[in-house]
């Protein structure tokens, strides 16, 4: 089992920046890839960028140019920054990961942390 608890989440202005935090425990050596989904009031479940342990990583067309994921191995940790924060940017934050046989972040998932743009 991997366990992941997401931090940093805020009210922020637009235009503004938060850097999301996610610690991963447990069974690490099974994670390969990790992302972060967000969810806004009234819509699905979106997936907003992914890295994986090499380093690769991808994002939402709606985010790209603003938001940067990262990870650092060594102290099993993803990170979101987010910049230029616009209000349709509201929404809760998940941390997740997936399994080395998966390739999209679905197995294990954090509690959510909620990010507030204000216009």
């Known amino acids: 089992q991997v366990q992941l608890v997401e931090s940093g989440g805020g009210l922020v202005q637009t235009g503004g920046s938060l850097r999301l935090s996610c610690a991963a425990s447990g069974s690490i050596s099974s994670i390969n890839i990790m992302g972060w989904y967000r969810q806004g009031p009234g819509k699905q479940r979106e997936l907003v960028a992914t890295?994986?342990?090499?380093?690769?990583?991808n994002y939402a067309d709606s985010v790209k140019g603003r938001f940067t994921i990262s990870r650092d191995n060594a102290k099993n940790m993803v990170y979101l920054q987010m910049n230029s924060l616009k209000p349709e940017d509201t929404a809760v934050y998940y941390c997740a990961a997936g399994r080395v046989v998966n390739f999209i972040p679905n197995d294990y998932w954090g509690q959510g942390t909620q990010v507030t743009v204000s216009s």
């Open positions: 890295i994986i342990k090499g380093g690769s990583t």
